[in-house]
């Protein structure tokens, strides 16, 4: 089911927590709504739920009005960050309650919950409370609780950001997984840019309430819309007038055309990459991003001089 | 050692100011033994008396909790013009005292009353009757409920409730499956102080009820009209009978306290 914002504004007070916002959600994709804290992420995603109501604008799902319609009727799942686990009930009870208030047969609610008690990978804790879960394993049986129903829409607002680093990890690889099985339309908030890069296929950059860009992860992180956007999405440098990523600077041990000079102040090896701090002629700093090989090949040493140059398509922006 | 002290300390506050009268009332019921304390009991105007406390009890309680619970969501959950008047109003009864409450009972269903005259125009009886009765003790025990659910329904959040909408349950599904049984341990001590303060009413009743023996006298008026008629027997098994009421509720209390906190 596609899902279609259309111009929302909404005002808790004096904040304003969503400025005239407008995005469109593909049917079966899987959408990151992606900003810092107080950036009105949250607020469009339980907009889209019907958990709150817009001052303005309106809500189309599946190509019908849906602004006035109360949570209940709108086919969604929801997914909050702290699990909202009803706990006192058993997760087999929690997954059932969605198919329970819609009265269906016993045996068919026995059956979908089985099902999803093996897809969340639940099946040993089907008697346990909630209290007697660990954070992942919650957040598990909460999505299986919002499948139940089999939604048209699932929404997860900061769904992993309780968890630590590890398990976070492994949900989200989870979750990638499960969507390409299910292909419910799912949206989700998050304010890691990692996680969203990672898992969707389309993300929304907010910021102070508006929609700064929307597009696929390689679209916003190759062509940001907005300085906003591009520090966002992930490291930006300054070299020689030219905007450009950290591992789009090629380092060269004698200058050339367009090479700026600067010294290595630090060199860091990350594994992967090996990470070099940088003073150009002017003080500026510039971090740079080096494979392994690269690395071994150049051996930087504090106190070199080096020349660093933009790979010449990478160049973000110029720089005012 | 201070700390020996200040454990006697309150143990001995705690004897010389409740156990101590309470063993005394005790002792005096039974000094006679069973017999006279039960046939004090069984008189007809004090079973009356105790029948009637029940019948008010059995009113005021259940009114209390729905009044009680509907108030402590609208207060939580909602927001509405009003509300921090309807917040401060519903703890007014323990700030006023009961015989307030009854004079003002009196101003509004006396015969000079707002609603006096007319009520009396239709045959309907609600000064020294059962309703007056009611309305009072309806009123001295209205916070209870409401008091408790309040802090329980602010610390659950709204969490449950708006993962139970989303999830396709109605307003009404949502509060059966979900709130009810989150606060139900709040409610139920609510309920049990609400009862305590049915049963143990005595100024606001005394006030609107006109003490009529064996129609209108509750078990504390009794107590009072007892001892006044110098029959001490009669009046201390009815305050055996309050007191051990008062030793159930405490009792139901701890349990409930207790299962509040395993739950």
Redesign the interface.
């Known amino acids: 089911m596609s899902i279609l914002v259309r111009n929302v504004s909404k005002r808790f007070g004096d904040f304003v927590a969503l400025d005239d916002v407008s995005l469109e959600v593909e049917s079966g994709s899987l959408t990151a709504l992606l900003g810092p804290s107080g950036s009105g992420k949250s607020t469009l995603l339980r907009i889209v739920?019907?958990?709150e109501a817009p001052d303005t604008g309106e809500i189309v799902l599946a190509g019908k009005d849906a602004t006035a319609l109360?949570?209940?009727k709108?086919?969604?799942?929801?997914v909050?960050q702290?699990y909202?686990?009803?706990?006192?009930m058993t997760v087999r009870e929690n997954i059932a309650?969605?198919l329970r208030?819609?009265k269906r047969p016993k045996s068919e609610i026995d059956e979908r919950v089985d099902e999803l008690l093996g897809l969340v990978q639940l099946h040993g804790f089907a008697d346990r409370y909630p209290g007697q879960l660990s954070g992942g394993q919650r957040q598990r049986m909460?999505l299986a609780?919002?499948l139940?129903?089999e939604p048209q829409v699932l929404l997860l607002d900061e769904p992993f950001g309780a968890l630590d680093a590890r398990v976070r990890a492994e949900l989200r690889d989870w979750l990638r997984r499960l969507h390409d099985v299910v292909h419910v339309t799912t949206v989700f908030v998050t304010h890691d840019q990692e996680e969203a890069m990672e898992i969707s296929d389309q993300i929304a950059v907010l910021n102070h309430g508006r929609i700064e860009q929307a597009g696929t992860p390689r679209d916003l992180y190759d062509r940001p819309a907005s300085e906003f956007v591009m520090t966002f999405l992930g490291d930006a440098n300054v070299v020689g007038g030219a905007l450009v990523r950290p591992h789009d600077i090629e380092l060269l041990a004698a200058p050339e055309e367009d090479a700026v000079e600067a010294m290595v102040v630090r060199v860091t090896f990350l594994g992967r990459d090996a990470k070099l701090e940088l003073h150009d002629a002017d003080g500026g700093e510039i971090v740079v991003l080096l494979t392994r090989d690269r690395a071994e090949e150049l051996q930087p040493w504090r106190g070199q001089t080096v020349w660093a140059r933009p790979k010449r398509d990478r160049v973000l922006a110029r720089a005012g | 050692m201070p700390r020996h002290a200040l454990r006697l300390a309150a143990l001995g506050y705690l004897a010389a100011i409740l156990v101590g009268p309470l063993a005394i009332v005790f002792w005096r019921t039974f000094e006679n033994g069973f017999g006279p304390a039960w046939s004090a009991l069984t008189t007809p105007e004090t079973a009356h008396a105790l029948k009637l406390t029940l019948i008010v009890t059995a009113i005021a309680v259940p009114v209390n909790t729905v009044f009680g619970v509907v108030c402590a969501i609208a207060i939580v959950r909602r927001r509405f013009p009003g509300k921090g008047f309807l917040n401060a109003f519903i703890d007014l009864p323990l700030a006023l005292s009961p015989v307030v409450v009854g004079l003002s009972l009196y101003l509004l269903y006396g015969r000079e009353g707002w609603f006096g005259g007319w009520l009396a125009k239709h045959g309907i009886e609600v000064l020294f009757a059962l309703p007056a009765i009611a309305i009072a003790t309806v009123f001295v025990s209205l916070p209870f409920v409401a008091r408790e659910v309040v802090p329980t329904l602010r610390e659950i959040g709204d969490e449950q409730e708006q993962a139970a909408r989303t999830l396709g349950a109605s307003g009404w599904q949502t509060f059966r499956r979900i709130t009810l049984p989150s606060i139900r341990w709040a409610v139920v001590y609510g309920v049990i102080l609400t009862t305590a303060r049915c049963l143990g009413e005595y100024g606001a009743v005394a006030a609107v009820s006109g003490r009529i023996q064996g129609r209108t006298e509750t078990a504390t008026l009794r107590v009072q009209e007892r001892y006044e008629s110098f029959d001490l027997a009669g009046a201390y098994a009815i305050a055996i009978v309050l007191a051990l009421a008062a030793l159930a509720v405490l009792a139901a209390l701890t349990l409930s306290k207790s299962r509040a906190r395993a739950a």
């Open positions: 739920a019907g958990l109360a949570p209940q709108r086919n969604v799942g929801f909050f702290h909202a686990a009803f706990k006192h309650f969605g208030v819609r909460a609780r919002a139940a129903p």
